[in-house]
């Protein structure tokens, strides 16, 4: 099985900074991952498919980058509606299929 | 605009069973494998099991298998989970979702359905 672990556990940032959010997985996924959003009282909502792809419709403030075995989400400038957990998930090497514990980003 | 809808959730006594459905609208349902992925309250994200397009193909997580069956009815474009000897581990909102890939497997999740709460407690 392959484990992702994502740091830092909480980010705690300003609107307008820049957060780093950070993924690595236990063995190579390729570029088999991506990343979701999820607000409290919602359903996770996919930012970013194969590493680096952005869903239709996603602000370009939101990028994703890596490869193999260290992955990366930026978003740019944060927004208020940007506050919120973020999670990884690999479809590299399945089943099973595997999401990382989460990062919260917080309003310092 | 797609849309997933779970539904089914309930209390139920630990060794009981339960059975989720999700009801898929405005995509062509017939052509993407479709998953179901649980999250203890305040907790992270795991996986369930995966339904191929057609039907003919199913993967269960360890903690499930032997456990849980997931089906699908092409006739209705819905989604089920039969839940057989439920734990109280077993605790969770259970998600539908929506693969990225038509008719091939792509296990990224583009669409959610808004959860159904399962509560396994005696």
């Known amino acids: 099985e392959i484990v992702l672990t994502q740091s830092p556990a909480t980010l705690s940032l300003s609107p307008g900074e820049r957060a780093t959010l950070s993924c690595r997985a236990s063995q190579s996924v390729g570029s088999y991952l991506a990343w979701y959003q999820q607000k409290p009282g919602q359903a996770p909502r996919l930012l970013i498919y194969?590493?680096?792809n952005r869903v239709t419709g996603l602000p370009p403030r939101f990028s994703g980058s890596g490869s193999g075995t260290d992955f990366t989400l930026t978003i740019s400038s944060l927004e208020p509606e940007d506050f919120a957990v973020y999670y990884c998930?690999?479809?590299?090497?399945?089943?099973?299929?595997?999401f990382g514990g989460g990062t919260k980003v917080e309003i310092k | 605009e797609m849309q997933l809808a779970a539904s089914g959730g309930a209390v139920v006594q630990p060794g009981g069973s339960l059975r989720l459905s999700c009801a898929a609208s405005?995509?062509?349902?017939?052509?993407?494998?479709m998953h179901w992925v649980r999250q203890v309250p305040g907790k992270g994200l795991e996986w369930v099991s995966l339904?191929?397009?057609?039907?003919?193909?199913?993967y269960y997580a360890d903690s499930v298998k032997g456990r849980f069956t997931i089906s699908r009815d092409i006739s209705n474009n819905s989604l089920h989970l039969q839940m057989n000897r439920l734990r109280n581990e077993d605790t969770a909102l259970y998600y539908c979702?929506?693969?990225?890939?038509?008719?091939?497997?792509?296990?990224?999740?583009?669409?959610w359905g808004q959860g159904t709460l399962v509560t396994v407690s005696s």
């Open positions: 194969d590493a680096s």
């Open positions: 979702a929506k693969d990225r890939g038509r008719g091939h497997w792509n296990p990224h999740f583009d669409y």
């Open positions: 339904i191929s397009w057609d039907g003919y193909t199913t």
């Open positions: 405005d995509f062509s349902f017939n052509d993407y494998s």
């Open positions: 998930q690999q479809r590299f090497n399945w089943p099973p299929i595997t």
